[in-house]
T-cell receptor
Framework: KNEVEQSPQNLTAQEGEFITINCSYSVGISALHWLQQHPGGGIVSLFMLSSGKKKHGRLIATINIQEKHSSLHITASHPRDSAVYICAAQETSGSRLTFGEGTQLTVNP | KAGVTQTPRYLIKTRGQQVTLSCSPISGHRSVSWYQQTPGQGLQFLFEYFSETQRNKGNFPGRFSGRQFSNSRSEMNVSTLELGDSALYLC????????????FGEGSRLTVL
């Protein structure tokens, strides 16, 4: 069992749909990161969470420390949201990150 | 503010050679971390440097090494290249790293023939 697991691995949605990507982790963490990777490789940090909920535009990230679970929500999805979304757990002992396998999101117009 | 700069962006090497990759962090950031991304293993943590000291290291063989200079620029080196070292190598900078928001470079894509 991986220390960080994401679901689903692949997700196809129609423009405008509400999207949820889930991340479960088994390690102790100081923070949970959500990252976005577009074709070509560039990675953008979307959120860094240690508790509660954060919102940025149409993106919302939540974390439940007791259940060791985080979710990334996209409201009113758009084709430009098509990308790979990766969660990463930052260990309590330092800066080491353990990554999930990623969720390939495709939003069709 | 300039972003994280990685050089070279693409390179091709043959087995047995060595390679050095460079990462210039955002000005003022003291933490630089390195990652390997392959289709089979996904993203994996290599190591992290802060103020010229290696703070954390991932589970990679000793052929993978790195260093950080006084201006926070970092290099990683892979010696005796193997076919399996073909990957996208990403670096990220952070103000403190513990924890800290990460800013990624575009990556260096290494192909080993």
């Amino acid at each position: 069992k991986n220390e960080v697991e994401q679901s689903p691995q692949n997700l196809t949605a129609q423009e405008g749909e509400f999207i949820t990507i889930n991340c479960s982790y088994s390690v102790g963490i100081s923070a949970l990161h959500w990252l976005q990777q577009h074709p070509g490789g560039g990675i953008v940090s979307l959120f860094m969470l240690s508790s509660g909920k954060k919102k940025h535009g149409r993106l919302i990230a939540t974390i439940n420390i007791q259940e060791k679970h985080s979710s990334l929500h996209i409201t009113a999805s758009h084709p430009r949201d098509s990308a790979v979304y990766i969660c990463a757990a930052q260990e309590t002992s330092g800066s080491r990150l353990t990554f999930g396998e990623g969720t390939q999101l495709t939003v069709n117009p | 503010k300039a972003g994280v700069t990685q050089t070279p962006r693409y390179l091709i090497k043959t087995r047995g050679q060595q390679v050095t990759l460079s990462c210039s962090p955002i000005s003022g950031h003291r933490s630089v971390s390195w990652y390997q991304q392959t289709p089979g293993q996904g993203l994996q943590f290599l190591f992290e440097y802060f103020s010229e000291t290696q703070r954390n290291k991932g589970n990679f063989p000793g052929r993978f090494s790195g260093r950080q200079f006084s201006n926070s620029r970092s290099e990683m080196n892979v010696s005796t290249l193997e076919l399996g070292d073909s990957a996208l190598y990403l670096c990220a900078s952070s103000a403190t790293g513990h924890p800290g928001e990460l800013f990624f470079g575009e990556g260096s894509r290494l192909t080993v023939l």
